[in-house]
């Protein structure tokens, strides 16, 4: 049973009382697309061109944050971490991500992939297609990603 209060939408359940609790307090936001400008990835963290879009960012009740990243052909990020980790769905175009130390793989529409707190791993566009996905990380102390060296292109390619 669905019920309307004070302008959000709530699921009737055992926790019903909690929610009815916070939309007294908070009501349901809509962050529109033009409010949250898109920025270019900086040359010290990738490589090419990569548009990182803000989707939500950490709040007291929403750890996570996330963005909406497009990557150019041959564009990739830096090799990197994350303290808690990171989820990345791919949306479009076709991708590469690799572990240090393991095999490089393919990326496509609709993949997910899981990176656990502190792996040096690096992801990006294939070297002839686009590739975007949305990342989502939380963080720790304030830090959402350890950005280290850059992919060689070596590393890159092989």
């Not at 572990?99 to 793989?105: I, N, R, V, Y």
């Not at 002839?128 to 963080?139: D, K, N």
Request: glycine letters at 10%; one cysteine or more.
């Amino acid at each position: 049973m669905k019920s309307l209060l004070a302008g959000v939408l709530l699921v009737s359940s055992a926790g019903a009382g909690c929610a009815a609790h916070h939309a007294q307090a908070e009501r349901l936001q809509v962050m529109r697309a033009d409010s949250r400008p898109p920025t270019q990835g900086s040359a010290e963290n990738f490589t090419g061109t990569a548009v990182i879009k803000p989707l939500f960012p950490s709040n007291e009740h929403r750890h996570a944050s996330g963005a909406h990243v497009t990557f150019e052909p041959g564009a990739r990020t830096v090799w990197h971490s994350h303290p808690a980790g990171q989820t990345l769905v791919v949306t479009s175009g076709t991708g590469w991500v690799q572990e240090w130390g393991g095999t490089k793989q393919e990326l496509k529409p609709g993949d997910v992939v899981w990176t656990p707190p502190g792996i040096k791993h690096w992801h990006g566009a294939t070297a002839t297609e686009g590739m975007a996905h949305i990342a989502l990380q939380e963080p720790v102390d304030g830090k959402v990603v350890d950005w280290m060296d850059k992919v060689s292109e070596a590393q890159y390619r092989n």
